[in-house]
């Protein structure tokens, strides 16, 4: 099959939006979720608020929002109802002028939007040949043109909304305000978030829930092309027809101190502090009666009885727990497993047919590269199984089955409690599949599972431990580059150290396999460079940790300065470790488990050292819903 042609338009933004209306200043309560949206996007923000007179207030700025906030200053305005939006651009400059929200030629609409619209070049072309002035040069701007039309056709806000929608080619959610309704809020959706939050008395709608969980833990989470009029006193979802539909609630099972920093100077040093409960969160229930249950399963046993191939699919530090699942399916379930970059999966055209499962793994669940690959699989007849930490994302959704990896919210762009959970919940699947194909007893199983239930409490040993690991930091903070090598379970993990470090530190990092060294990254070993090495248990598999030791002293005779994490009681180790970051023994399976954890912290504390906000590197977003 031809892969489908990727999208044309690159007008882009990965943002983090709100809604308000209800009896509180409209202006606090969106600027306060912005605050929690703001690891979606951070190169500008706006608001836009109404109030009963029939004034509509802008205000956008470029930068994170504390520019916004100064802007703003005392300007607070008494509204009670508002939008708010925090961009990442990625063409159409993070300028002023392409902050959102959007206002159309009146003034009296205001758009924000997350997403892509691809075809608005030429609806811009056609707005402005019919007189329109548009400011910008974004895709979003053309809504709040294209809604003025049908509002001067004499629609409502919300008809005018549907009918807009069903001009509009691409990915995006939408909400959009009117001066002359100071009391509703309209958003649309397509394959991206948006969700609605119930108050009493008070309606949120939000890209996600940690936007208004603060006032409320009751939402409703909405579907595919659909529209939501909100007001004080509730809310109507239809289709883009016109159609009335019903949003699916559910509550929301993380409060308000789930989402803020809990003492920690920065969300990322409080998520790896909490991996031991996301794994334990992970793994709860997971065992019933002496067998292994997935969250939601829609997928018939015979079915995973006759898979004959799996695919992984994901990207980033998900796409490493994907290599780790190769290793757990392979092992216990005897299944060939191939582990692809989401982005590439559809584009080479792979053998997909009934007998294939994809699993796709997503933190967010709403990864575009990844979204797409699950479509891509299910129209070849594949099953998809989703590894997701977001409940109802559009990724679970659009899957036959789910597992959730319970790490509660992870605000921290850089995943890290997502990371531990995605490799333990890939542990869930290797035994599910094992299970269900019988290639292992259900005793084995069961004690597979009673032993990955004692990570948690290694993890927690691990991070009591960790602190050398930051004053090691400290002294390489100025290495111009870091190596990580691994071999075997190793290999992830040096890829997910390597990955942490540039995209905190900004530092040139790369991961190789330790056995690859010799076939030519060793010419990349000069005097001093700090080279991580991850090494293999001396239980069991000696010939590996054996040959793991020789491409230490490799390294060294050339002057490498070897930073070396290995099990606890490797003394053949300890002559040729410069730093050794010694971690519990586990089964062998099991140690990315504990040996990621150290390499986060290094990651941060070098981060840190260099001055650098961990929280929200540069040029990154926590959800990448465009391709
Ligand atoms: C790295 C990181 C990214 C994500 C990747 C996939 O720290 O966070 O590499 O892992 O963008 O995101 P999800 O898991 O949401 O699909």
Not at 97 to 104: E, I, L, T, Y
Request: charged share 25%.
């Amino acid at each position: 099959m031809v892969p489908d042609r990727p999208a044309a338009a690159r007008l882009d933004v990965v943002c983090g939006i709100i809604g308000y209306v209800g009896g509180q200043p409209a202006q606090s309560v969106v600027l306060d979720g912005l605050r929690r949206l703001e690891y979606r996007g951070y190169d500008s923000a706006g608001i836009a608020v109404l109030d009963g007179s029939g004034a509509l207030l802008v205000r956008r700025k470029a930068g994170r929002l504390e520019n916004l906030e100064k802007q703003l200053g005392t300007d607070l305005h008494e509204g009670s109802c508002g939008i708010g939006h925090t961009r990442w651009a990625t063409h159409g400059g993070p300028t002023d002028r392409n902050a959102h929200p959007h206002v159309d030629c009146t003034g009296r609409v205001a758009v924000i939007h997350n997403g892509i619209i691809e075809n608005f070049a030429m609806l811009r072309t056609e707005l402005e040949a019919a007189g329109h002035e548009l400011a910008s040069e974004t895709d979003t701007e053309v809504v709040a043109h294209l809604i003025e039309d049908r509002i001067g056709a004499g629609d409502d806000l919300a008809t005018a909304m549907r009918t807009v929608c069903r001009r509009l080619d691409g990915a995006f959610t939408l909400l959009a305000v009117r001066a002359d309704t100071p009391d509703v809020v309209v958003g649309a959706r397509r394959n991206s978030p948006l969700v609605v939050g119930i108050g009493d008395g008070e309606t949120f709608l939000a890209s996600d829930v940690a936007a208004f969980i603060a006032h409320t833990r009751d939402a409703v989470e909405l579907g595919q092309d659909q529209v939501v009029e909100v007001r004080r006193d509730g809310y109507t979802v239809t289709d883009f027809a016109g159609l009335p539909v019903d949003g699916k609630s559910f509550r929301i099972s993380w409060d308000l101190a789930a989402a803020e920093k809990g003492g920690h100077p920065y969300f990322m040093l409080k998520e790896i502090e909490e991996q031991p409960a996301a794994v334990e969160d992970t793994l709860r229930g997971h065992l019933a009666n002496g067998r292994i249950v997935l969250d939601e399963e829609r997928i018939d046993e015979q079915v995973l009885r006759d898979i004959d191939k799996v695919f992984v699919v994901a990207c980033g530090t998900a796409y490493h727990s994907g290599m780790i699942a190769k290793y757990a399916i392979e092992h216990w379930a005897r299944i060939p497993v191939e582990v692809e970059m989401a982005s590439e999966f559809r584009y080479r055209d792979p053998v997909l047919d009934r007998a294939t499962l994809v699993v796709a793994i997503s933190q967010s669940g709403e990864t575009m590269d990844t979204l797409q690959a699950i479509r891509h699989a299910r129209e070849q007849k594949a099953t998809v199984l989703a590894v997701c930490n977001t409940n109802g994302a559009q990724i679970p959704r659009e899957s036959d089955a789910v597992l959730y990896t319970r790490s509660g919210p992870e605000i921290g762009v850089a995943a890290t409690k997502t990371f531990l959970s995605q490799v333990a919940a890939s542990y869930l699947l290797g035994l599910g599949l094992a299970q269900a194909r019988g290639t292992k007893y259900e005793d084995e199983v069961v004690r597979e599972f009673d032993a990955l239930a004692t990570m948690p409490a290694l993890i927690a040993e691990v991070l009591a431990t960790v602190e050398p690991v930051r004053e090691l930091a400290r002294e390489i903070a100025r290495s111009k580059a870091v190596l990580f090598l691994g071999r075997h379970l190793g290999y992830p993990v040096a890829l997910e150290g390597a990955l942490k470090l540039k995209e905190l530190a900004y530092m040139h990092a790369e991961g190789f396999p330790a056995g690859e060294l010799k076939h030519g990254p060793i010419a990349l070993v000069e005097e001093g460079l700090p080279v991580v090495v991850v090494m293999p248990s001396p239980k069991g598999r000696r010939t590996l940790h054996g040959k793991v030791l020789s491409n230490i002293q490799e390294i060294r005779a050339r002057g490498a300065r070897t930073i070396v994490v290995a099990e606890e009681g490797d003394t053949d180790v300890r002559p040729y470790a410069n730093h050794l970051i010694e971690v519990p023994a586990t089964p062998t399976l099991f140690q990315p488990l504990v040996a990621t954890v150290p390499l986060q912290v290094l990651a941060a504390e070098i981060a840190l050292a260099r001055g650098y906000d961990v929280d929200k590197p540069r040029n990154l977003a926590k959800s990448v819903t465009v391709e």
